[in-house]
């Protein structure tokens, strides 16, 4: 088990681990539940010009494919977050526009990309029903040096943790859990070469190692 969690994660509200929990669950070796086979290329980063704007708006895009293998129908939805060494979280979006989505289409280049909206819902067993979709993010802060994104909605693996700082005097409510829930989630690093003046033309590069199942 690691000893601690990395300050980014501690830190960031998004992340379903409280700092009062010292112990964090590794995901089982062998699933023992369902998990979705998930494949991907590297974000990149594209420029759009949306209407009204006169400069372009800048963009970063995961393309994946999603294949069901289970031997069941499983619901598909998943939940992309990127987050910097700078402490910023940055959803991906569903509602994405439109010039946005069409940009990454055509550099794709293939035919049956759907847009992240369409790719939700139930997900056919077998490879001919397998989806194949795009994480889009806004452009994040400049100064990042590093990132890493979140990939959850892949495995029904889950994990019930009590709250060591629950108040029993006071009500169940968002800042008063009596339970944290945590979901196994895919954790992809990247990083950015060179210098911060240069990052608008680079490219980030997997870090080594940096792909591994978490609970979050």
């Known amino acids: 088990m690691r000893k601690a969690l990395s300050k980014m994660t501690l830190c960031l509200a998004a992340v379903a681990v409280p ?24 974000p990149q980063r594209v420029s759009v010009f949306l209407p009204g704007q006169a400069k372009p708006v800048v963009y970063w895009y995961m393309l994946y494919t999603v294949e069901n293998a ?42 049956l990309l759907v847009p992240p909206e369409r790719a939700l819902g139930r997900l056919l067993r077998g490879k001919d029903r397998a989806r194949r979709s795009v994480a889009i993010w806004r452009d994040f802060d400049p100064k990042a040096k590093a990132f890493k994104i979140y990939v959850s909605g892949l495995s029904g693996e889950v994990k019930r943790l009590r709250n060591p700082s629950f108040d029993p005097t006071r009500p169940e409510s968002k800042t008063n859990k009596r339970y944290f829930i945590l979901r196994k989630t895919l954790e992809i690093g990247y990083k950015f070469p060179g210098a911060e003046s240069t990052r608008s033309q680079t490219v980030p590069g997997r870090v080594r190692d940096g792909q591994k199942w978490i609970m979050r």
């Open 70 to 111: 289970t031997g069941h129908e499983v619901d598909f939805y998943p939940e992309f977050e990127l987050v910097t060494d700078t402490l910023k979280v940055v959803r991906s979006e569903v509602g994405v526009s439109p010039e946005a989505y069409r940009a990454v289409q055509r550099r794709s280049g293939d035919p």
């Open 19 to 42: 700092q009062g929990l010292r112990a964090v669950p590794e995901p089982v070796n062998a699933p023992d539940s369902w998990e979705l086979n998930f494949r991907y290329q590297d």
